[in-house]
């Protein structure tokens, strides 16, 4: 494969925080003496209590993850307070609706009282340090404000993203037995409403069932729509923040202390309660905000992803405003009212530093560079993508259109459980190479194996771990430590095993080639095949589904369904729409199958294990080369599979 290299601009080296010969040096002690590399770093966030203890953390045998372990402070403490002085009339959010004509601007200042406030009518109903809460929220700045309010009382935050259906919500508001639910009458993207109150209804009374009752809704008026109204239970968010006071001393928390529990897909079962601690994650989390964005004081820095995924925690929230950042929250799509809407929206806000993901540069790229070349996009510096692997076309559109050739991208690996970025270029010191991730951030040793767990030296292809931790790694999952070790020790002893394969060439750089586990990308939004079977074989009519992914131009991966119906039953059109409505308000929008085939059978060994290999390959019409059918139960199935396959070529 022939690799363009784009040698670092003399522009982003000029005032970069990072250059090479100090990448390289950093990287060496970091790897070298972890110790003292993080105790040094560590010292990057104001602690009540300083830290004698750095790095505790095993890989092996129960797997145990400490960092800073005897340090105590807190996440809103270092968001907020300790900026004051110095900008506590600087801005800290810059809000911009979905609607064009809405924006607004939140100081240090302001952002404190509102989380005090919010953090007081928290305490007034009896949410206690511990506790979780769960917030499902639009993109307003009411979600920032219970994220902060949250760390202030030392409450542990579960955030589902808005596009999540009542059962979706309902799952995760059981799992983590949370009690108190911060929402908002409706969200609007794309200037349609979304009935997130409702929503929340429907989901608390499913939690009702399982015996978890929500005490309380905390509902912001976004919109003004109409929903139902609990009185003994459901709370206007606008009439209880002027109840309390403005003031909220943040709770002392150790460094261990569970900051928050987010949800994420994985390859089996129900979606896993990734929890994330407080003093290491937001060291790191600080640290790789401000170098591999090149973060300057007085930048403007926009992260288009939205709270309710990793991404948002990390780098519209708590990474930002840990540096004292100015961070910009959009509400709405990229694409409303225009498709301009982004880069209007970099001129408007004088954006220097932003960061999307491959599908929304693929959507916009295949709307032309018109809407692009309108407008000016001379206040960026400095690009950056994440989500799923970047194809060089969309790599190079970014970099030529989009950014004028002036600003580098930062191609930035990593994932809900490693709590921030992982493999990255940095602006002023790596050569990017267009669909590389590049080389390790300071302190992270990723391994290649084969699937048998043997190391690979040297350019190779194979299995991505992670061989020693690093402080914004995940602890747990909520409630289930032996799934834990199970998810991400056991496959290759003593590593984390990051479900991801990656190549790696000769210069060292990574390329990450996507999951190789039944985990899909759809869009940027990671969804378990076996969310989606599940999902299906809840209908009346469906006796047993196979979910794979297949290329997908815009999303990546689509969304593969095959379905065998209940005997008797023949397949149709209003059957396959029916299905996908029914996926739909099961999982939410993101998880929409884009192709369902009727199947009479599935190929299953003679052990009836479905073989999922030549269900792809058939996805991807590709038959061509099935490999070994021989241990198939009844190879004739596959033949019936490939005649009625829905992706035709
Ligand atoms: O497959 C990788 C892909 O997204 C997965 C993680 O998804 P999630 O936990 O939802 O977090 C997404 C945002 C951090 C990874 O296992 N992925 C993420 N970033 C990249 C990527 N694949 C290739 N290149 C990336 N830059």
Not at 473 to 501: C, P, V
Request: aromatic share 10%; charged share 25%; glycine share 8%.
């Amino acid at each position: 494969m022939s690799e363009k290299v784009y040698p670092v601009l003399p522009s982003a080296k000029k005032n970069a925080l990072i250059d090479n010969e100090t990448y390289l040096a950093w990287y060496k002690q970091s790897i070298k003496d972890p110790e003292k590399f993080w105790a040094k770093h560590g010292k990057r966030i104001d602690w009540f209590k300083p830290y004698t203890k750095v790095k505790n953390t095993s890989f092996e045998g129960k797997v145990a993850i400490k960092w800073f372990e005897d340090g105590q402070t807190n996440v809103s403490y270092n968001c907020i307070d300790r900026h004051l002085k110095k900008r506590g009339d600087q801005v800290a959010i810059i809000w911009e609706g979905d609607n064009p004509y809405l924006d607004k601007k939140v100081t240090y200042n302001e952002l404190y009282e509102q989380v005090c406030r919010l953090a007081n009518v928290l305490k007034k109903h009896g949410v206690k340090k511990g506790d979780r809460v769960t917030i499902y929220m639009p993109m307003i700045v009411e979600a920032t404000y219970a994220m902060l309010a949250c760390a202030r009382i030392g409450a542990v935050h579960s955030v589902v993203f808005g596009g999540f259906s009542p059962d979706a919500l309902a799952g995760r508001i059981i799992d983590c037995e949370s009690t108190f639910v911060i929402t908002a009458d409706e969200g609007m993207r794309g200037g349609k409403p979304i009935p997130l109150k409702d929503n929340t209804d429907k989901a608390i009374d499913i939690a009702a069932k399982h015996h978890v009752m929500v005490k309380n809704v905390l509902v912001v008026r976004r919109t003004g729509g109409k929903t139902s109204w609990a009185p003994n239970r459901d709370l206007w968010y606008h009439e209880e923040i002027l109840s309390v006071k403005p003031e909220c001393k943040p709770e002392k928390m150790k460094a261990e202390d569970p900051l928050f529990i987010l949800y994420t897909s994985g390859s089996t079962g129900k979606p896993k309660g990734v929890l994330h601690t407080t003093g290491g994650y937001l060291v790191y989390a600080s640290m790789t905000h401000q170098y591999v964005f090149d973060y300057h004081d007085g930048d403007i820095y926009w992260c288009t992803a939205d709270v309710g995924w990793v991404t948002g925690h990390s780098y519209i929230v708590y990474g930002p405003l840990a540096n004292g950042a100015t961070t910009l929250m959009f509400e709405g799509v990229p694409n409303y009212p225009t498709n301009s809407r982004f880069w209007e929206v970099i001129d408007k806000h004088k954006v220097n530093i932003f960061y999307t993901a491959p599908t929304a540069i693929r959507a916009l790229m295949s709307a032309g560079d018109e809407p692009v070349k309108k407008t000016s996009r001379k206040s960026l510096r400095i690009l950056g993508s994440v989500g799923e692997p970047i194809n060089p076309e969309a790599w190079e559109w970014y970099y030529q259109v989009v950014g004028d050739k002036r600003s580098p991208i930062v191609d930035t690996w990593w994932q809900t459980e490693t709590g921030g970025i992982l493999i990255t270029p940095l602006p002023g010191a790596t050569d990017l190479k267009p669909g590389s991730a590049t080389r390790p951030f300071f302190g992270v040793q990723p391994q290649l194996v084969d699937n048998e767990g043997d190391v690979l030296e040297g350019a190779a292809d194979g299995n991505l771990c992670i061989t020693d931790s690093w402080p914004g790694q995940m602890r747990t999952l909520y409630g289930d430590h032996k799934r834990f070790i199970e998810a991400y020790f056991s496959t290759y002893k003593g590593k984390y095993f990051t479900g991801d394969g990656c190549r790696r060439d000769k210069d060292g750089y990574y390329w990450i080639t996507g999951r190789v586990d039944d985990v899909l990308n759809v869009s940027g939004h990671r969804m378990g095949t076996a969310e989606v079977e599940s999902a299906l074989v809840s209908h009346d009519t469906v006796s047993e589904a196979a979910v794979v992914g297949y290329p997908h131009d815009l999303k990546g991966q689509g969304i593969y369904c095959y379905v065998t119906l209940m005997a008797g039953l023949e397949g149709s059109d209003e059957l396959r729409k029916e299905l996908v409505a029914h996926v739909r308000k099961e999982i939410g929008p993101i998880a929409s199958p884009d192709k369902i085939q009727f199947a009479p059978g599935l190929p299953k060994t003679r052990s009836g294990k479905i073989m999922r290999r030549i269900l792809r390959k058939i996805a991807e019409d590709d038959f061509g080369s099935l490999g070994d059918t021989s241990t198939l139960a009844d190879p004739a199935v596959v033949d019936d599979l490939i005649a009625n396959r829905q992706n035709k070529k």
